[in-house]
């Protein structure tokens, strides 16, 4: 497993706040990137998260989803799926570059650059403890919670 510092950014996000990793410091931090608000596995994924956000919390973990969707897009998505966390908005692909989850996919047979879905669990101390790329989203929550709860 990594020990590796997490790359640290700041973005905006949900309910008018501003994300900093570093000020996450002392929880755990599951950080869920996903290509689009309101499509099909976004949406799936979300709800995922949304449902075992209670056990998360328990394990003393906070969770994030971020795209490069903009607020008003986040703040829509969030109430319509009723997200209990917040979303971060990463329009310019600062925390995508940082964390390397731009790639290109085909998309109707021609080629568009896009986020992979990825998800990371950042440790009490700031440390990257697991990653998962290229996320298939049936189970993946309960998987990332499972993992949560060895830290």
């Not at 590796?4 to 501003?18: I, Q, Y």
Request: proline content about 5%.
């Amino acid at each position: 497993m990594p020990a590796d510092t997490a790359p640290d950014f700041t973005l905006p996000a949900t309910s008018g706040l501003e994300f900093s990793l570093a000020a996450q410091r002392g929880k755990t931090v599951v950080l869920y990137f996903y290509p689009k608000d309101s499509t099909p596995g976004c949406t799936t994924e979300s709800k995922d998260f949304r449902d075992l956000h209670e056990d998360f919390l328990a394990a003393g973990a906070v969770i994030f989803g971020i795209s490069r969707d903009g607020l008003k897009s986040h703040e829509n998505f969030r109430t319509k799926q009723a997200l209990p966390f917040e979303l971060i908005s990463d329009k310019d692909e600062t925390a995508c570059e940082l964390y390397g989850v731009m790639k290109l996919k085909n998309m109707y047979g021609k080629q568009v650059r896009g986020i992979e879905r990825s998800t990371f669990v950042i440790d009490r101390d700031g440390r990257l403890a697991r990653e998962w790329r290229g996320v298939k989203v049936p189970g993946h929550a309960a998987e990332v919670l499972a993992f949560v709860k060895t830290l």
